[in-house]
């Protein structure tokens, strides 16, 4: 049974950084492109951030690019968000999945396991 848990969400002021994890078990993170979405309330659930197959390309949402950084850690199974420069905008609850697609699957359909997700509080 696959199971995705996210920690290190919270509250953090304008500016800040946190560092989300997600530990995978059930699967092995570096045979599925891994990624990490967000929903605000009220809102529909966006991409945020996959790193491929392969492990070695990443891509972001331009609402966050340059500010966040995607990785993985094969060895504990787990994958990771950094978030710097930190926005009112990027208060949400965030989301781990991961697809079997190839390349770099920004729709959320494609993903087949989601985690139950960690609350990101960004304040002013």
């Known amino acids: 049974q696959v199971h995705l848990v996210e920690s290190g969400g919270g509250l953090v002021q304008a500016g800040g950084s946190l560092r989300l994890s997600c530990a995978a078990s059930?699967?092995?993170?570096?045979?599925?492109?891994m990624g990490w979405f967000r929903q605000a309330p009220g809102k529909e659930r966006e991409f945020v951030a996959v790193?491929?197959?392969?492990?070695?390309?990443?891509d972001y949402a331009d609402s966050v690019k340059g500010r966040f950084t995607i990785s993985r850690d094969n060895a504990k199974n787990s994958l990771y968000l950094q978030m710097n420069s930190l926005k009112p905008d990027d208060t949400a609850v965030y989301y781990c999945?991961?697809?079997?697609?190839?390349?770099?699957?920004?729709?959320?359909?494609?993903?087949?396991?989601w985690g139950q997700g960690t609350q990101v509080t960004v304040s002013s």
């Open positions: 999945a991961a697809s079997v697609a190839w390349g770099f699957p920004v729709k959320k359909n494609i993903y087949a396991y």
């Open positions: 059930g699967l092995a993170v570096s045979s599925y492109s």
């Open positions: 790193i491929e197959r392969s492990g070695t390309g990443q």
